[in-house]
């Protein structure tokens, strides 16, 4: 049938129990016929409790100690899904990321992946060993252990199935992507296929689907991605569509969505500040002074509005950044204020970034105008606005959220039934 990636998360293998079910799925592609590769997150909390260790053993730990103690995590993992397949009469074995290899830079916490060396891993597939590879980690300068942080394990299956040539599926505990969150719009509906693009902004704007790196991976290379859930029965008639596209979403190129819409989903983050510096002085060059400083502390700003103050002499700037950055960019702009050169500051948190996101904008007028209105309609006050060529943001209040992202999804006609 083909090459296979099948990546699961920590839900997925949170206990034994949940193992074994994994391991019923990854039989059920084998059984089909596929050269199977599995990728496995650490048992949900594990991570979460060996990075505690961390902190408990030293505050200012070493980091390539660090590294060592949470990629432990996926190993166990992996080294178990291996027994349970090898006991269910299928001939599998475990890979650690220095094993396969995943070569990566030195960047420990966070690393990148280089290269993969995966010549002897798809040898033993055609053989008909199922490789079970630990996910989050590699093997960096001086043969130290890496990991690729937060979800590392998506970026890990990506980056594994670009090496195979191999579709990859993503199996999480939801069963594929939805038009907006399911949780807070009933409405929502599951999408059959989704572009690239539209699945980067998705998941650079809050959207917990999938994570971005490995996104980016699978549109650089053009790996097939599918959103699964790995709850639904193993051997459920969805499950063996003839296709073998399975009943989740895809990921894929542009090309290969036939009937594309306008706006493809809606999505929101609660957790915005806001900066506004006053008075700035208006030359050349000050732009790079405010946010050069705040990139150098590893501060990510969104949306930036720039405007003339009334002595047509000075700008007023307000941007965007996430709560957890924001007393770490009021220190960097307090310490860099007389090169800077603006006259004060004020801060505001209980910021919320509601975000239309479509492929379809390219083509269709009108899109910016439908969401003003409809916001407006409801008395949602807009604090910010960026657009890009497939989403537009909005800054509001936190309070309006639920009710901005109903609002929206219902104007553009993504309501199910």
């Known amino acids: 049938m083909g090459r296979l990636v099948m990546k699961f998360g920590g839900t997925s293998v949170a206990d034994v129990a949940h193992i074994r079910n994994v391991a019923r799925h990854v039989a059920r592609e084998v059984k089909r016929g596929h050269e199977v590769a599995v990728v496995v997150s ?34 166990v993992t992996a080294g178990l899904l291996a027994i349970v397949l090898q006991e269910m009469g299928i001939p599998a074995r475990s890979w650690q990321g220095w094993q396969v290899p995943v070569l990566t830079d030195g960047v420990h916490g966070a690393a990148r992946i280089a290269e993969i060396g995966a010549d002897e891993l798809r ?21 130290r252990i890496t990991t690729l942080g937060r979800g590392g394990s998506d970026t890990s299956a990506v980056a594994l199935a670009a090496a195979l040539e191999a579709r990859c599926d993503i199996y999480t505990d939801v069963d594929g992507v939805y038009t907006s969150d399911p949780r807070i719009v009933d409405t929502a509906r599951k999408l059959k296929r989704i572009s690239y693009e539209e699945m980067l902004e998705l998941a650079s704007l809050g ?21 699964r859930s790995s709850f639904e029965p193993p051997d459920s008639p969805n499950q063996n569509r003839e296709d073998g596209t399975g009943p989740g979403t895809l990921v894929c190129d542009e090309d290969e969505i036939v009937e594309q819409q306008v706006v493809s989903g809606i999505t929101y983050s609660k957790d915005e500040a806001q900066i506004s510096l006053r008075r700035v002085k208006d030359k050349p060059g000050v732009s790079a002074g405010i946010f050069g400083p705040l990139a150098e502390a590893e501060i990510s700003v ?25 007393d770490r960019a009021i220190e960097v702009l307090e310490r860099e204020k007389a090169k800077i050169g603006y006259g004060e500051m004020s801060h505001a948190t209980g910021g919320a970034k509601v975000s239309v996101i479509g492929i379809g904008m390219r083509s269709h007028a009108g899109v910016a105008a439908k969401m003003f209105k409809a916001l407006a309609e409801r ?39």
């Open 42 to 75: 650490a048992m949900a909390g594990t991570t979460d409790r060996l990075v505690g260790w961390c902190r408990e053993a030293a505050t200012m730990h070493d980091a390539r100690e660090y590294d060592a103690v949470v990629a432990s995590g996926e190993q």
């Open 123 to 143: 040898k033993r597939m055609e053989q008909g060993q199922v490789a079970v590879v630990a996910g989050f980690q590699g093997i960096g300068p001086g043969r």
């Open 207 to 227: 959207a917990k689907v999938l994570q971005s790196r490995s996104v980016e991976l699978g549109m650089v290379y053009r790996v097939p991605l599918q959103v």
């Open 302 to 326: 969104d949306m930036i509005v720039q405007n003339i103050s009334g002595d047509g002499q000075t700008a007023n700037l307000t941007f965007t950044l996430a709560n957890k950055d924001l």
């Open 379 to 417: 008395g949602i006050n807009i604090r910010a606005i960026t657009t890009s060529e497939i989403k537009i943001s909005v800054l509001i209040d936190a309070a309006y959220t639920e009710l901005a992202v109903r609002a929206l999804h219902s104007a553009y006609g993504l309501d199910a039934g």
